[in-house]
């Protein structure tokens, strides 16, 4: 069974510049979540998507950044403008909706760094 | 709001002994998920060991067991026979049982040496 893939692994742009992030999470996986990890500590999350609607987004800078799931199968997390302090792992991860619900899988993550 | 706290920023152990990674948990829910992830430097998080809160028995997985006091709100991971692939950051985390997202500690960096 295929793991949940990200692109691009690594990304450095300059302050004030937009990035973006995609996702696919496990197949069948209907709950998708990205996660911000700075270094030196413990992913934080961004937004949770049931399908393709927002379960919680309370942790999402929104003024700069945004995500989608349209289809409900992948996502698209973008930052715009980027700061220096958005420099971090962003991680996406998705669970199932039956058996093993209650697991979250993560992917290898994207790094960003914002110079 | 559900808090999990890793009081030891670093540990290490010498191959083939063991080593206990401490982990505690606030939370006035009943029902609730515990997990250890396991980070190496690649960053991916690897699912190391899950416990569901209603089960007494302590969860095992080949070398990996933990020690789960409920009351106590205490979730710690026991690494047996450690091996130098075991070095990596080790994530406590809570969920609770209606799926809101993943609560996670600051970490622990566990240390292998030969």
């Known amino acids: 069974e295929a793991g949940v893939a990200q692109s691009p692994r690594y990304k450095i742009i300059e302050k004030r510049q937009s990035v973006a992030f995609w996702c696919n999470p496990i197949?069948?996986?209907?709950?998708l979540y990205w996660y911000q990890q700075i270094l030196g500590q413990g992913p934080k999350l961004l937004i949770q998507?049931?399908?393709?609607?927002?379960?919680?987004d309370s942790q999402l800078p929104k003024d700069r950044f945004s995500a989608e799931r349209l289809k409900g199968v992948d996502s698209t997390l973008k930052i715009q403008p980027a700061k220096l302090e958005d420099s971090a792992v962003y991680l996406c991860?998705?669970?199932?909706?039956?058996?093993?619900?209650?697991?979250?899988?993560f992917g290898e993550g994207s790094w960003l760094t914002v110079v | 709001a559900q808090t999990v706290t890793q009081s030891q920023p670093e540990m290490s152990v010498q191959e083939a002994e063991t080593v206990t990674l401490s982990c505690t948990y606030d939370?006035?829910?009943?029902?609730?998920?515990l997990f250890w992830y396991k980070q190496p430097p690649s960053r991916q998080m690897i699912l190391v060991i899950r416990?569901?809160?209603?089960?007494?028995q302590n969860a095992t997985e080949n070398r990996f067991s933990v020690n789960f006091q409920k009351a106590a709100k205490s979730f710690s991971l026991k690494i047996s026979d450690s091996q130098l692939g075991d070095a990596a950051m080790y994530f406590c985390?809570?969920?609770?049982?209606?799926?809101?997202?993943?609560?996670f500690g600051a970490g622990t960096r566990l240390t292998v040496k030969p």
């Open positions: 991860a998705s669970s199932s909706s039956w058996g093993e619900r209650n697991t979250i899988y």
């Open positions: 197949s069948g996986h209907a709950t």
């Open positions: 998507f049931q399908n393709n609607g927002v379960v919680d």
């Open positions: 939370t006035s829910e009943s029902d609730y998920y």
């Open positions: 416990q569901e809160a209603y089960k007494q």
């Open positions: 985390a809570y969920r609770s049982y209606n799926n809101n997202d993943m609560r």
